[in-house]
């Protein structure tokens, strides 16, 4: 399989929570901004050989990342460091600039970018200003790109890309759901490294971690002053538990003979709390969790007492 993906096509095919575009970045009219724009979205990797070359050692051609940089609304821009940025960018062979900027400047900032010619590679945008960037040609048409590097994208929007006015003549914006932020459980990969202790995978491995956190001194100052995880009496501070056994906390569920119900009637709800109990009889979760106000929680992290929280992670 060739691996000439283009990398503008690869991380909208990825980052499906906007409505995202491709933008020009080229002076002149909008034709030249379009032509330009198409150029650089398909010159952002040197493709290597086919496949029956790789491996050889001869013919093949190093893969540079390209840079991209990406504006999303909100206060929380990630440092360059961030394990989930990495990660994209390893998969997509790209160096990623993330910026947020808060929701009630975003349409400034947008246009003040426009006006100097500096829009980054993939935003958000939608309505009359998707019209106005489309019109004053700022924005990438995709279509064969799409088609060819994104064929997921096509599955899950396909059908109603030309239904967009931004997308009569071409596909300049990618549709996508709006869809709530999910949460996660983040753990402390410099305890974890203190520790030479791996990412759990498991409930098993997780509890390993958690009683680590709590009883092998993790931060290394010689006190027993930590826990493993903390906590408030929301059942969301253990979704990733309950999510362990495929229960999605809060949601309706159906069940095997298709009755739809509770989360809390799922077969495997006794099993989850089990485990729960387990964490907590065994002191790994922080003592107060039960009574304690939301942002005291967060404390428990910052301030090093917990080295894992259940949160929606968004930078």
Aim: hydrophobic share 35%; aromatic share 8%.
């Amino acid at each position: 399989m060739k691996k000439g993906k283009r990398a503008v096509c690869c991380i909208l095919s990825l980052l499906l929570a906007v409505s995202f575009v491709a933008c020009a970045k080229s002076g002149g009219d909008s034709e030249k901004k379009e032509a330009d724009v198409a150029d650089n979205v398909r010159s952002t990797t040197v493709p290597k050989s086919d496949k029956s070359g790789e491996g050889s050692g001869k013919n093949d051609k190093e893969e540079a990342p390209a840079k991209i940089s990406i504006l999303l609304s909100g206060d929380n821009t990630p440092s360059a460091d961030n394990l989930v940025l990495k990660e994209l960018g390893k998969r997509t062979n790209t160096i990623i600039d993330m910026t947020y900027v808060p929701g009630s400047d975003l349409k400034t900032k947008k246009s003040t970018l426009a006006a100097s010619g500096t829009l980054p590679d993939i935003f958000g945008t939608d309505g009359d200003e998707a019209l106005e960037f489309r019109e004053g040609g700022l924005l990438a048409e995709v279509g064969d790109l799409v088609e060819q590097y994104a064929p997921n994208v096509l599955d899950n929007v396909g059908e109603n890309l030309s239904k967009s006015p931004v997308n009569e003549d071409g596909i300049y914006m990618i549709l996508t759901a709006k869809l709530p932020y999910c949460k996660q459980l983040n753990l402390r990969t410099d305890w974890l490294a203190n520790l030479k202790m791996d990412m759990p995978t498991d409930p098993d491995s997780l509890y390993d971690v958690l009683y680590a956190f709590t009883f092998k001194d993790p931060d290394g100052n010689g006190k027993n002053d930590t826990f493993g995880l903390c906590a408030n009496a929301d059942p969301l501070s253990f979704a990733s538990v309950f999510g362990a056994y495929n229960i999605p906390v809060g949601k309706a569920i159906e069940l095997g003979d298709g009755t739809v119900t509770s989360w809390v009637k799922h077969p495997k709800f006794l099993e989850a709390m089990a485990y729960i109990n387990k964490l907590n009889r065994d002191g790994l979760i922080e003592p107060e969790w039960a009574t304690v106000p939301q942002m005291d929680m967060f404390s428990k992290l910052w301030n090093g007492v917990a080295g894992g929280i259940e949160w929606e992670c968004v930078g």
